[in-house]
């Protein structure tokens, strides 16, 4: 047994997280044994090692924060879960290792026919895509919708979202090879970031108004969305990739009546009901599950590759999320592994 643990955090997110071996007990009364499946590298888990993010759990810690696991053994009254079910693992469990015991009531499965490196996805970036497109805007079919960073994990989820509900997207994305993959998603418009951006993307949407701006870049790249959007709209932050503060001109905010706001998905989820999450995951799991709803996948790695992984999943270029997939799920063979 394998997990990538930290003993302390640093600027290099690579060097401070290791594999090292551990043991586990049995699972005892009302939890599970599973096995790990797969695991995403997110952002917000290289800024938790890096000690940027709003939240650090104590050290030492495990990285990873979603992921989904096989039921291997069941401890006593564990009456809902069987051996071989796919399951949702726990959220901030720590879930780049091999094998961990968990309370079987906080466990969602899983079907087990569909792709687990797409349903071990499920628990972040799906959600982040949801809640933006409705916490803050009320939009309609035919409504559009703005967006930088739309190359990104969450940014394919708002594109593929929204034209699951009828919403016109404009994609914003920071180089030309970009395009292609965000207009193969479903958007219905992409542009290269830069000077100009509101003629261009009144140009592309025939002077649509605009009332919901997505921000995953903040700096100046805030700015340049505000620019685009109708009065009376808003900007919601959920990201600072260029990492600078957002930057609006007062008079967006004045005479536009601009309003900027932050999202973090942590906070939702310490808010909202369970009716609510259950209904929101409801959705996610029917769509990641048919396929409808996809993430690219960039590279694969064993739980002893972590730092290879931690080093792959924070480099500037990448196309898709970086998976941590233990060896024992390879060997299994799972038919995406490879």
Known sequence: MLKAEYRSRGPVPHDV????????????ANQVRLEILASP???????????????????????????????????????????GEVVMLPRGSGTWRTHMNAEASGLTPLPSDADPLQLSMLTVNPPTASLLLTEFVELHPGDWVIQNAANSAVGGYVTQLAAARGLKTVNIVR??????????????????????????????????????????????????LASTLAKGSTIVCYGAMSGEPCSVPALSLIFSDITLTGFWLARWFRTASRESQAAMFGEIIRLVSSGQ???????????????????????????GKVIVVPQHARAAGQRVFG
Request: proline share 5%; aromatic share 2%.
């Open 293 to 319: 709803l996809t993430a690219k996948v960039a590279a694969t790695y064993d739980v002893s590759e972590i730092r290879s992984a931690v080093e792959h999943a924070a480099s500037g270029e990448r196309a």
């Open 41 to 83: 590298i997110n952002p917000s888990d290289v800024l938790t090692l890096t000690g940027e993010y709003g939240l650090l759990p104590d050290l030492p810690a495990v990285g990873g924060n979603e992921g989904v696991g096989r039921v291997v053994a069941l401890g006593e009254d564990v009456g809902h879960l069987a051996i």
């Open 175 to 224: 180089r030309e090879s970009a395009v292609d993959g965000v207009l193969e998603l479903g958007g219905d418009v992409c542009l290269v970031d830069g000077p100009r951006l509101r003629a261009r993307v009144a140009e592309a949407t025939d002077q649509a108004p605009i009332r919901l701006g997505i921000d995953a870049v903040a700096g100046t790249s805030t700015s340049r």
């Open 17 to 28: 997280i290791e594999a090292v071996e551990f043991t586990l007990e049995p699972p005892t």
